[in-house]
């Protein structure tokens, strides 16, 4: 499985971003995917999760601002970031999993992107 993440930049605070990861070699729609973010000198965290059944999941800190979508037929995840805040700064990565529900914890079962890079400034 390869995830490959585009969409990310700088913008000021209050702004929007749209990040995408396409998917290659999932055979099925069995497949849930996420995005996680890890700020410098931090652990790398969960911030969005859309499962297999079109679930989704959401870190409290993005509540409200964030949303995350998946295109089944594309294999494509979409992360809609508004009102964005400099907290909300850092690499961001695509994962998958090829199951039903995706956890809400970074590990090595999940298939990871490369990492795209979010810089929100004050």
């Known amino acids: 499985v390869q995830l490959v993440e585009s969409g990310g930049g700088s913008v000021q605070a209050g702004g929007s971003l749209r990040l995408s990861c396409a998917a290659s070699?999932?055979?099925?729609?069995?497949?849930?995917m996420g995005w996680f973010r890890q700020a410098p000198g931090k652990e790398r965290e969960a911030v969005a999760l859309?499962?297999?059944?079109?679930?989704?999941t959401y870190a409290d800190s993005v509540k409200g601002r964030f949303t995350i979508s998946k295109d089944n037929a594309k294999y494509t995840s979409y992360l809609q970031m508004n009102s964005l805040k400099p907290e909300d700064g850092g690499l961001y990565f695509c994962?998958?999993?090829?199951?039903?529900?995706?956890?809400?914890?970074?590990?090595?079962?999940?298939?990871w992107g490369q990492g795209t890079q979010v810089t929100v400034s004050s």
């Open positions: 070699g999932f055979s099925s729609s069995r497949y849930c």
């Open positions: 994962a998958a999993q090829g199951r039903l529900y995706c956890p809400f914890v970074a590990g090595d079962s999940y298939y």
């Open positions: 859309i499962h297999s059944t079109g679930e989704t």
